[in-house]
């Protein structure tokens, strides 16, 4: 009999992390899926947040994971409007390229 | 008991998805999984009585993001983008990332146990009233800023993605509002049979 405890949300906080990390350095051509890689891993970092939180008995940490939530949202919006025009531009997504863009 | 087994439930349906999130070849799928893994963060959230910030993860990422995701994917036709999985470039550099979080994994699991903080005096029951009391009174300045962070991407966005077309005709406020009646209309009294003479 195992009582639940903060170290199997970390456990599972770090897997997802790594999972994020993985699929940034796997795909390293499609922008959208190193965005969705981005919104994984800060992901793994709210469950961190709110796991510690509730299992110190500390509100703090609900609330800074708040914070990372809006944070998210902003950068998924900059970097969506980012992909769009870069498409406009160049009608692919392929982020191998994106160094032809300069000059 | 039951509280373990729909941990580790919905944690393994977490990792699954997160996998299928980066090994699909489908943009769309990617998207769908994405989704999917939110909810199932939210069910943990709720599992373990963070009730507002499950709730909130929700509707932000799967209301929002997520949907904004799908827009774009569905928008741009990047069917033909075709994934490089090539791997063995990227050992070395993976290796010695792998094993640095493994042995950070390792360090904090073994040899840190994390103890409960009985102190810390909780003054209401509910989790909604719990953050509120603490985001409105000592994050105050903190919840303005990440106000201002939402407007700025917003303005951001719009200013990025925006095209000035000047073959559309629109409105001109300015315009409109310095022009005065004499400018636009002229009142003719027509005397019956002579019609109106054009200046």
Do not use: W
Request: with cysteine; net charge positive; aromatic share 12%.
């Amino acid at each position: 009999m195992i009582s639940l405890s903060y170290n199997h949300f970390f456990i599972l906080s770090i897997v997802i992390f790594i999972i994020g990390c993985f699929g940034l350095f796997l795909n390293r051509r499609n922008m959208i899926l190193i965005l969705m890689c981005i919104e994984i891993i800060l992901l793994a970092a709210n469950i961190n947040f709110v796991s510690a939180s509730v299992f110190l008995n500390d509100i703090n940490g609900q609330v800074f994971s708040i914070f990372i939530l809006t944070i998210a949202a902003a950068e998924a919006a900059i970097g969506l409007a980012i992909l769009v025009i870069y498409f406009r531009n160049k009608g692919e997504i392929d982020i191998t390229k994106i160094n032809q863009l300069r000059d | 008991m039951f509280l373990v087994g729909s941990f580790f439930l919905f944690s393994a349906f977490l990792v699954t998805t997160c996998i299928f999130v980066i090994f699909s070849k489908n943009p769309v799928n990617s998207v769908l999984f994405l989704v999917l893994a939110f909810l199932n963060s939210t069910f943990l959230f709720i599992l373990i009585g963070a009730e507002f910030v499950g709730i909130i993860l929700a509707i932000v990422y799967i209301g929002a993001v997520a949907i904004l995701f799908l827009f774009v994917v569905m928008m741009l036709d990047i069917q033909k983008v075709t994934l490089m999985l090539n791997i063995k470039k990227y050992v070395p550099i993976a290796v010695v990332f792998a094993s640095i979080i493994l042995a950070e994994i390792i360090y904090l699991t073994v040899y840190k146990t994390t103890k409960v903080n009985p102190d810390i005096i909780i003054k209401h029951e509910n989790n909604t009233e719990q953050i509120g009391d603490v985001l409105y009174t000592t994050y105050f300045i903190d919840f303005q800023l990440s106000g201002i962070v939402l407007l700025l991407a917003m303005i951001g966005a719009i200013v990025l993605t925006h095209v000035y077309r000047p073959s559309i005709k629109r409105q001109n406020i300015d315009k409109q509002n310095t022009t005065s009646s004499s400018n636009r209309v002229q009142l003719v009294k027509i005397k019956s049979g002579q019609g109106i003479k054009n200046d």
